[in-house]
């Protein structure tokens, strides 16, 4: 049925001003959004309903806009077309369904699926309008060919096909993946195969929701801010959906001499998979590359001591939980070849399945499968034991989680039954990443220079890079095996165009890169270019090497230039190895050469989102977060100013706001504190809540670190428990302050 669009518009003025009034009344969203959203939305609105493009693009779009109206979904509609989804540093990421209800629609209909739609969403239009601009971009600037994946999204094999057929169209080569892949893996296939970008359809760790599109530059890494400009204002903002262009699969060109030989630039398509094809996958008689088993030799060649790790590896339990994403095949193989037998992988509730749906995170639509979580990892917790038994589970020495699109990594350990009345009487616990990437680098720094095993450096040759919000026992560990450090601000994109500065020789430490860089630590002369290590406190992790040989190719002994939780899993079950090897357990083996080391100690650290998952909703939760934050600038400018604050019992000593000039406008605040406001309990600074909001969703996050004092062997465990209450007791007392 044919739909009267001037009805449409007509109810949906209507319905959406006097939505907008009322909420405006009420003082739920303030006035410069009101009038953001007053000239936006409609106008926004009638175009995509008319514009025959889009209707060329998306025939069904109109219904699911129609729908939306009739049912009075004001909120939703203002959320949908008050603005364009941000191109934020490593691509965009939004709702693809409002609800679970239209997400259920967008699994049975696929792409053009009759939902909610808009500049604001992730769907079918968006991605076109934002891959001919990629597109566009990639043929004016002489790149020939990309790599295109997709996790286990809903539709993301449709979007990743429909995304395709634009890059087809410009003429450019491209490389398909035949089912779910791990993001790293995406990132190792473009400088392996010589491709000059790709593209991941992936919202990594978000709820189901959510799905997004994470583009990488020719290296494997991130876009870097001034090619991330470029390719957003000379060519995406200028696309319109007349420019939109498709090749269908069946047009693709082929070599006619040679059709089975993917080296050929006549052959335009190209699936990239495992050694032999995927039953039921029609492959259309093109070329299929194994660059699965590229990757996961590129791995095995990172492993320090391969002997000791195969001759313990049997003797250790481990459980493995995919968390329904891309990791499922890769990580248990790879622990297989290194002769842990004793893996259990979890598949109660599905758990094992490429599966968007996420049906192990049902108790709320807003639960994320992420690995690092607690909640997540309470879900593969039980779902193990109700699966194996709690026997199984007590004889486990680590389970290892990744997410769904095998970026990240999480590492829950068993704790020693004497400790277990500090943790709940668990026998296990989910470990931080800012504890595991400590333990992970102080494995590989104990190897030592010159040895014959994997490649390492030497430690006047080294530096590590993180974020500014990831733990200071990293520094510390580093200072003290000679080690340079590199602290950023927050995103592993950054992270790694740090590492790109120093392979360059620039001296980070020039004000000019106070945009990239937050901190160095005895970088000043020394011969420092080879990277050992990038982590982040979001349980990113990724070594890059040494300068490459040619500037698209991966760091001389490096990996990905972006996190890979496939890669940290495998490493960090060598430690696993390595402690059973010396009698003893991962935990335990944390205490020992880290905490109790005086050059290094115990930093409590600890992560509150607000909310608890999600996002506060629509242009009212916009209002919400920005008034928080406002409330937290007043209290770090108060304390600036001389006045006193106790959170807990423990006076703050000095307040800092970190702005990297990073969505400002989205907040109409030019001093939006995008890295965050941050509040120092003493002079060394190594104490210290962090406030820091998210850019592109209504939420942020608590932050914070604090150093035990006086650690003593017998009292550990509870000196332990006792900085982790109070770490948590600080995050409570400033919420109550702001919120």
């Given at each position: 049925?044919?739909?009267?669009?001037?009805?449409?518009?007509?109810?949906?003025?209507?319905?959406?001003?006097?939505?907008?009034?009322?909420?405006?009344?009420?003082?739920?969203?303030?006035?410069?959004?009101?009038?953001?959203?007053?000239?936006?939305?409609?106008?926004?609105?009638?175009?995509?309903?008319?514009?025959?493009?889009?209707?060329?693009?998306?025939?069904?779009?109109?219904?699911?806009?129609?729908?939306?109206?009739?049912?009075a979904r004001w909120d939703e509609l203002v959320e949908a077309y008050v603005d364009e989804i941000k191109f934020g540093t490593a691509g965009i990421r939004g709702k693809a369904a409002m609800s679970d209800e239209e997400l259920l629609i967008l699994a049975r209909d696929g792409t053009d699926a009759p939902i909610l739609k808009g500049p604001n969403t992730l769907n079918n239009i968006v991605l076109l309008l934002k891959s001919a601009g990629v597109a566009k971009y990639a043929t004016a600037h002489g790149l020939r060919s990309i790599v295109i994946g997709y996790d286990s999204r809903?539709?993301?094999?449709?979007?990743?096909?429909?995304?395709?057929?634009?890059?087809?169209?410009?003429?450019?080569?491209?490389?398909?993946?035949?089912?779910?892949?791990p993001y790293p893996e995406m990132t190792f296939a473009i400088p392996t195969l010589g491709a000059d970008m790709g593209i991941l359809i992936s919202a990594s760790h978000n709820d189901r929701r959510y799905n997004g599109y994470k583009l990488s530059a020719g290296t494997g890494s991130q876009f870097s801010p001034r090619e991330r400009s470029v390719i957003y204002n000379d060519y995406i903002r200028k696309t319109t959906p007349a420019q939109v262009a498709l090749l269908g699969f069946d047009d693709a060109g082929v070599d006619p001499g040679h059709p089975e030989d993917p080296r050929r630039d006549g052959n335009r398509l190209v699936f990239l998979g495992g050694a032999a094809p995927l039953a039921g996958f029609d492959y259309l008689g093109r070329p299929l590359i194994d660059i699965h088993g590229m990757y996961q030799d590129q791995i095995r060649g990172f492993i320090s001591d391969v002997a000791m790790m195969k001759s313990w590896a049997p003797s250790i339990g481990i459980g493995y939980c995919a968390f329904h994403g891309a990791g499922r095949k890769a990580v248990p193989r790879l622990l297989s070849d290194f002769g842990f037998t004793r893996v259990d992988t979890v598949t109660r509730h599905r758990?094992?399945?490429?599966?968007?749906?996420?049906?192990?995170?049902?108790?709320?639509?807003?639960?994320?499968?992420?690995?690092?979580?607690?909640?997540?990892?309470?879900?593969?917790?039980?779902?193990?034991?109700?699966?194996y038994g709690a026997d199984a589970m007590e004889a486990l020495e680590l389970m290892i989680g990744t997410d769904p699109d095998a970026d990240r990594a999480g590492l829950v350990v068993k704790v020693p039954r004497a400790c277990r009345k500090y943790h709940d009487n668990r026998s296990h616990v989910l470990l931080s990443a800012d504890d595991a990437w400590s333990l992970l680098l102080?494995?590989?720094?104990?190897?030592?220079?010159?040895?014959?095993?994997?490649?390492?450096?030497?430690?006047?040759?080294?530096?590590?890079?993180?974020?500014?919000?990831?733990?200071?026992?990293?520094?510390?560990?580093?200072?003290?095996?000679?080690v340079g450090v590199v602290k950023t601000w927050v995103g592993f994109g950054l992270i790694a165009n740090a590492v790109e500065r120093v392979w360059s020789g620039d001296d980070l430490s020039d004000p000019r890169f106070k945009d990239i860089v937050y901190q160095t630590v005895d970088m000043?002369?020394?011969?420092?270019?080879?990277?050992?290590?990038?982590?982040?406190?979001?349980?990113?992790?990724?070594?890059?090497?040494?300068?490459?040989?040619?500037?698209?190719?991966?760091?001389?002994?490096?990996?990905?230039?972006?996190?890979?939780?496939v890669f940290a899993a495998i490493l960090l079950a060598e430690v696993a190895a390595y402690a059973a090897s010396h009698g003893t357990t991962v935990y335990e083996l944390i205490d020992e050469q880290i905490y109790l080391d005086p050059d290094i100690g115990y930093f409590a650290t600890d992560v509150v989102p607000v909310p608890r998952w999600g996002e506060f909703k629509g242009l009212e939760g916009l209002t919400r977060k920005i008034g928080i934050l406002r409330r937290c600038a007043e209290l770090g400018q108060r304390v600036r100013d001389g006045e006193s604050l106790t959170l807990d019992g423990l006076p703050v000593r000095s307040s800092e706001t970190f702005v990297a000039g990073k969505y400002a406008d989205a907040h109409q605040w030019p001093g939006f504190p995008d890295e965050g406001i941050r509040f120092y309990f003493d002079e060394e600074r190594l104490n210290y809540l962090t406030v820091r909001p998210s850019g592109t969703s209504q939420c942020f996050r608590f932050h914070i670190q604090l150093k035990a004092e006086n650690l003593s062997r017998s009292g550990l465990a509870r000196q332990k428990y006792e900085t982790r209450m109070r770490a948590r007791r600080i995050i409570y007392a400033m919420r109550d302050l702001i919120m």
């Open positions: 049925m044919a739909i009267d669009a001037d009805a449409v518009v007509r109810k949906a003025k209507a319905g959406i001003s006097g939505f907008l009034e009322e909420q405006f009344r009420r003082g739920l969203i303030d006035e410069g959004l009101y009038e953001q959203a007053r000239l936006n939305v409609l106008p926004n609105l009638r175009r995509w309903l008319t514009d025959p493009h889009i209707s060329r693009l998306s025939p069904r779009l109109g219904e699911g806009l129609r729908s939306a109206v009739e049912a809903v539709a993301g094999q449709d979007f990743a096909r429909l995304v395709s057929g634009v890059f087809l169209a410009e003429g450019l080569k491209v490389y398909l993946f035949d089912e779910a892949c758990l094992n399945e490429l599966n968007g749906l996420f049906p192990a995170f049902q108790d709320h639509p807003e639960q994320q499968p992420d690995p690092g979580d607690p909640t997540a990892s309470d879900i593969a917790v039980d779902a193990f034991v109700e699966q102080w494995y590989r720094l104990s190897q030592g220079a010159g040895s014959t095993k994997a490649f390492h450096p030497r430690p006047e040759e080294s530096f590590i890079v993180l974020s500014h919000i990831t733990t200071d026992a990293l520094v510390r560990l580093a200072r003290k095996h000679g000043e002369g020394m011969p420092r270019r080879c990277n050992v290590g990038c982590l982040e406190q979001s349980n990113g992790f990724s070594i890059l090497g040494g300068p490459p040989a040619t500037a698209a190719a991966m760091g001389s002994n490096g990996h990905v230039r972006d996190k890979d939780g």
